[in-house]
T-cell receptor
């Protein structure tokens, strides 16, 4: 069974610090990886996509992928109270299988303390 | 730009009643379309996906069904709702395989 694991938290980080969110996945053939932010009562919002090993930076966000370790992470620099949300890791489980939909982790609840 | 519309935003239905949730996408052609459900305390679960008109694949056997009568319209239905059907239903689209999925605002469904 394809699984995506995340620490549910809550993860508490002081304002201005770096928040580090982690995710592991079971399907070694996975090809694409996404981070979504979900505010309470709202739908998920895409914040990062990553497809190859290494780091990808977009503003205050950096996604890191290590396919050998089946590990993907999200770093949020200069954390702001508005970053407080649940962060969902999503994995496309098969090459060419995007139409199968994404497998989501249950999310990490991040709290940025002012 | 592309937009996705989903309605209604909230719905309260009695057990055994029918259901119809609708989703439409604007600004793109032949999108992949998806229905997910997010139950309280659980992750997002893929229910159905579609790669074209009339093409529906089901991921979870249950009393729900989906249809795609037009290129950019995706409908989730049930003939008789169960208590376990309560949850947050989300429609999503992507341009093609392996690309990010973008979600609508969702429908919060409560079954009484």
């Amino acid at each position: 069974q394809k699984e995506v694991e995340q620490n549910s938290g809550p993860l508490s980080v002081p304002e201005g610090a770096i928040a580090s969110l982690n995710c592991t996945y079971s399907d070694r053939g996975s090809q694409s990886f996404f981070w979504y932010r979900q505010y309470s009562g709202k739908s998920p919002e895409l914040i990062m996509s990553i497809y190859s090993n290494g780091d990808k930076e977009d503003g205050r966000f950096t996604a890191q992928l290590n396919k050998a370790s089946q590990y993907v992470s999200l770093l949020i620099r200069d954390s702001q109270p508005s970053d407080s949300a649940t962060y969902l890791c999503a994995v496309n489980p098969e090459a060419g299988g995007g139409a199968d939909g994404l497998t989501f982790g249950k999310g990490t609840h991040l709290i940025i303390q002012p | 730009s592309q937009t996705i519309h989903q309605w209604p935003a909230t719905l309260v239905q009695p057990v055994g009643s029918p259901l119809s949730l609708e989703c439409t996408v604007e600004g793109t052609s032949n999108p992949n379309l998806y229905w997910y459900r997010q139950a309280a305390g659980r992750g997002l679960q893929l229910l159905f996906y579609s790669v074209g008109i009339g093409q529906i694949s089901s991921e979870v056997p249950q009393n729900l069904s989906a249809s795609r009568p037009q290129d950019r319209q995706f409908i989730l239905s049930s003939k008789k709702l169960l208590l376990s059907d309560s949850g947050f239903y989300l429609c999503a689209w992507s341009v093609r395989t392996n690309q990010p999925q973008h979600f609508g605002d969702g429908t919060r469904l409560s079954i009484l």
